[in-house]
Every structure is written in structure tokens, then in C-alpha cells.
């Protein structure tokens, strides 16, 4: 499937083995960007926050089931240039969301706190200074 902000009556269907593939305009100056993955409006089963600031680059990743942020699992983001595309990889494994940024894995991954099949959404936020997701599909 593709689009972006896709929500899915029957539930998204991620399942171990599948990729979550999602392509961006990097704009210098955005404050954040940021991959969802619902079970509902404020329950996040995984949240994958990039936040290019310039006093540190960091990739934030958590869960909220609608009580209020857990505990973050933070990785270094690369460096992203200007007006590039940023290619994001997010794979379903047995246990874990394993993220790939521009063909590399970040160093952590992400183990399932909540059931992958539960996701029923997959949302996501352009952030701003003109910084827009262009694509994501799975597969």
C-alpha cells in the first residue's frame, strides 16, 4: 500500500518480515519529522522522531498508549544535507523495529512493546521550513 497518512479499517496487517519504506525532502532548519505507527488517535505503538537541531542531531524513538511517553530509545541521526532526500527503512522482525536511514542502520533498534498487529495507522509529520515526506509504502 502507499500514501501518505494512510489509516486501515481492517487494521495496517504488519506482520514480521515486512518494511516500512518512506522517502523525505530534508530542509536545514526543520524542527522535526516524524514516522507513526498507530493503534489509535494517542495510542502510538512506535513513534520514530528525527530531530536535525543543531545542538545535536538525535533520533528519538518511544510508545505512548495513551497515558503519557515511555521510556526513549535515542540514536545518533546522520548528517542530512539540504534539499536531499532522506531514504527511512523500518523493518518488523520478530521482536524489534530495526531503522535504516539512507541505507544504514541507526545503532539501536526498538524492541515491541505492544502487538505489531495492532497497528491500525500510519501517520506521519512533515515538520517544517518546507521539510515534507514524498513517499511511504509497505510491503
Not at 510508545?63 to 536531499?84: M, S, V, Y
Request: proline residues 5%; contains cysteine.
Amino acid at each position: 500500500s502507499s500514501g501518505i497518512n494512510a489509516e486501515y479499517g481492517g487494521g495496517a496487517n504488519l506482520r514480521p518480515g515486512m518494511k516500512i519504506a518512506a522517502r523525505a525532502v530534508f530542509k536545514k532548519g526543520t524542527k522535526k519529522f516524524t514516522i507513526n505507527l498507530m493503534k489509535q488517535t494517542g495510542f502510538y505503538i512506535f513513534h520514530l522522531d528525527f530531530r536535525p537541531y543543531p545542538h545535536g542531531q538525535v533520533i528519538v524513538m518511544n510508545t505512548n498508549p495513551n497515558t503519557g511517553w515511555q521510556k526513549e530509545i535515542r540514536a545518533e541521526l546522520p548528517h542530512l544535507t539540504d534539499g536531499q532526500i532522506v531514504s527511512v527503512v523500518v523493518e518488523c522482525t520478530d521482536k524489534e523495529f530495526k531503522v535504516s536511514v539512507n541505507d544504514k542502520y541507526i545503532e539501536n533498534t526498538f524492541p515491541y512493546r505492544y502487538p505489531l498487529q495492532d497497528v491500525n495507522q500510519i501517520k506521519v509529520s512533515h515538520g517544517s521550513n518546507g521539510n515534507k515526506w514524498i513517499s511511504l509504502e509497505y510491503n
